[in-house]
């Protein structure tokens, strides 16, 4: 069996590379594509799950971060910078690493969560902490790359959406098809924008038969694009989609307009609810962020907007190792259910006796 050999070898023809691109991989992209029976039960269809929470550094950035990476580094950058809600920053931080680069991370002081911290702490970066949220921060991280020698790597970086196509790509090459409906989470809206991309490319060379809409969810406290004007201070329990001003705005309207798809809004306790059935129905573990798209397909399910018959893709964005304070909130059977080391004690806590 040949090894999978990270998104630019994979894909190499359709992104901004060329020969003397060095390639700046961990072997990210080809993740799982898990059938949902589930959720395929629910919108009496066929769902299948994109679990980018597999991606080296846990989350799907990976794919666009090793083509900015590399770009980057092509270009002789010695130092990137990027804002994040902690994602990006874990990622960028690992590729920065490897190629030998400064980074430099601008996040929401108290807000993000602590795996993602960890994450750029051990990869060796400058975390700098703002007072302000993630749309302060990009405004931050855009004014040092205009006026210093440092390479943006946020998503209004084009090379990063190219890179984070590479998902449309997998899905249609294991499907054999693409999707009727492609769902996923909604924060900066760099994400839908390149899935859309992906899509129409494989369109457009007949590699597929056709596009599916797409349907983007935001946190109901940090749902810009729904309300149709920015939020100046967003709130929910997703850290990662906590953002008020998404760089992306007018691209993600565009995906959802030209694919016939729409965006909507979910509840925190909807996203939390979806976080723990997709853990215990399915085995599959994502932050709450990452549960948004699945919130909002059973949202609609439930009010009769899905035909049945549809094979429908969602991507699950980040693992849920990267936020166990969230997780954890609220459990209180892990302190409650201390015993003694005694069989029958055991016995009668598991319920078997
Ligand atoms: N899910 C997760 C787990 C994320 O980390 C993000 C974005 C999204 C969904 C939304 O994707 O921004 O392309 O619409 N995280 C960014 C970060 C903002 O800094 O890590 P998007």
């Known amino acids: 069996a040949q090894l999978w050999r990270g998104v630019i070898e994979e894909y190499r023809e359709w992104l901004p590379v060329d020969e003397h691109t060095p390639v700046i991989t961990l072997g990210e992209g080809g993740t799982p594509l898990v ?36 770009v980057a580094a092509g270009e002789g950058a010695k130092a990137v910078v990027c804002a994040s809600t902690g994602n990006t920053s874990a990622s960028m931080t690992a590729y920065a690493a490897r190629a030998g680069l400064t980074p430099i ?37 855009r004014g040092l790359a205009d006026e210093y020698p440092v390479a943006l790597v946020n998503s209004v970086n084009p090379v990063r959406l190219q890179g984070q196509k590479t998902a449309s790509f997998e899905i249609i090459d294991v499907l054999g098809k693409a999707p009727d409906l492609h769902v ?24 597929a038969d056709g596009t599916p809409q797409l349907w983007g969810f935001q946190a109901a406290g ?23 001003n998404p760089a992306s705005w007018k691209l993600a309207e565009a995906a959802r307009d030209e694919s ?9 306790e909807q996203i939390l609810a979806a976080q723990r059935d997709l853990g215990s129905r399915e ?7 990452s549960a948004a798209g699945v919130a909002g397909l059973l949202a609609a399910a439930e009010n009769g907007e899905v035909e049945p018959g549809l094979t429908i893709t969602i991507t699950v964005t980040g693992h849920g190792l990267k936020d166990t304070e969230t997780a954890l909130s609220g459990v ?22």
Request: hydrophobic letters at 45%; glycine letters at 14%; proline letters at 5%.
């Open 260 to 268: 016939g798809g729409r965006i909507g809004a979910v509840e925190d």
């Open 184 to 207: 996923l989470p909604v924060g900066n809206a760099g994400n839908i924008s390149a899935y859309w991309i992906g899509f129409r490319e494989y369109a457009e060379t007949g590699l």
């Open 35 to 70: 059938h949902s029976a589930w959720l395929s039960g629910v919108v009496r269809g066929d769902v299948f799950l994109k679990v980018e929470g597999d991606n080296p550094t846990g989350s799907f950035k990976d794919r666009g971060m090793t083509a900015a990476i590399s």
């Open 332 to 353: 209180d059977s892990v302190v409650d259910s201390v015993i003694d080391a005694d069989v029958d004690a055991a016995a009668s806590a598991a319920g078997l006796a």
């Open 283 to 289: 085995g599959v573990f994502v932050e709450p962020a």
């Open 105 to 141: 991370v601008l996040v929401p002081h108290g807000r993000i969560a602590a795996g993602k911290m960890a994450q750029a702490v051990m990869h060796g970066a400058e975390v700098i902490q703002v007072r302000g949220g993630f749309d302060e921060c990009l405004q931050l991280s």
């Open 222 to 244: 940090a749902a810009p694009i729904v309300q149709g004007a920015p939020v100046p201070h967003p709130e929910t329990v997703a850290s990662a989609i906590r953002i008020g």
